[in-house]
């Protein structure tokens, strides 16, 4: 197998997150977060003899695409079509219930943001979908189209932090149905009047819509909770997060833990971000925040 990741695929912090979990020969990790696959691909590389890991994803298609990327390490790696919040149930069913490292990289992927048809993006007319799990019922159009305006202004506030929720609610209610993502997006562009300047008017509308379909907070506090429980001691648990709400949530849980002292301590007192080398050639990673704590 080549050594080049998908060519529209950059993994986010690699060499920190690999330092970081203080990868072992034979060591067993589990990747939370699968997507394309790029930091299990580094750690499988990083060491000899490899590791093993246990990928999950809630999406299909990341699945479907780790398994070709990663065919030379077959022997190496169980792949999960499932949501991390069973994170425990899934790594007992598969021997991974005591683990030398727990990682999450919690940003959409590439193959996410770009495929057609997802709905994830403003940036194409696709229906509003959102849904990680193709099989769940539950999509973007249902909380657009079926919630009340003051629901869906608090998912807005606090999902995507945004300050003009009640505008943005108000605006989506007044004009539906809304089917595409295209049209949603033109509503809070014009709900908004906001100047464009590095950040789409859309982009926090978007995730706080996002975030509500999949469960996404619910599942990552669940998660997190459940890493202490298949860390081995000494074991590494490494978070990447993209945006405030998420940081929040895993310094708090990390603070929590390390103030208990009986469970896990926090490795990194400040947090890790990317350098100004890796910003320049990925500006996706500008915004990654990783915390590391390690398994008492």
Not at 94 to 121: A, H, I, T, W, Y
Not at 159 to 172: C, F, L, T, V
Not at 180 to 201: E, G, Y
Request: hydrophobic share 35%; charged share 25%; with cysteine.
């Amino acid at each position: 197998m080549s050594n080049s990741f998908p060519k529209y695929h950059v993994p986010v912090l690699s060499e920190e997150l690999v330092d970081s979990l203080s990868v072992k020969p034979k060591g067993k990790y589990i990747d939370c977060t699968l997507g394309e696959a790029g930091h299990t691909q580094a750690i499988l590389e990083s060491t000899k003899p490899a590791p093993t890991i246990l990928g999950i994803d809630l999406d299909l298609d990341a699945i479907s695409s780790s398994i070709k990327s990663l065919d030379s390490y077959s022997k190496n790696v169980t792949l999960v079509n499932d949501n991390f919040g069973n994170l425990k149930a899934i790594a007992a069913k598969n021997g991974f219930s005591s683990v030398d490292g727990v990682f999450f990289d919690l940003g959409l992927s590439s193959l996410q943001l770009e495929k057609q048809g997802r709905g994830f993006s403003f940036r194409s007319d696709d229906y509003l979908d959102m849904r990680f799990d193709k099989n769940q019922d539950f999509t973007a159009w249902d909380v657009i189209n079926t919630y009340h305006e003051k629901d869906i202004s608090r998912i807005v506030a606090n999902y995507g932090e945004e300050s003009k929720p009640d505008r943005i609610a108000k605006a989506i209610v007044r004009n539906r149905p809304i089917d595409t993502t295209l049209q949603l997006s033109t509503v809070v562009i014009k709900a908004l009047k906001r100047p464009w300047n590095k950040i789409h008017p859309a982009t926090r509308t978007f995730q706080a819509i996002r975030m509500e379909v999949n469960g996404e907070m619910e599942n990552l506090e669940s998660a997190l909770c459940q890493s202490q429980e298949v860390l081995s001691p000494g074991g590494r648990l490494a978070v990447i997060s993209y945006h405030s709400l998420e940081d929040r949530l895993v310094k708090n849980f990390l603070t929590q833990k390390h103030r208990e002292g009986d469970t896990l301590r926090i490795i990194n007192k400040k947090v890790i971000k990317p350098s100004d080398t890796e910003i320049r050639l990925n500006r996706r990673s500008r915004s990654a925040r990783m915390r590391v704590a390690e398994r008492i």
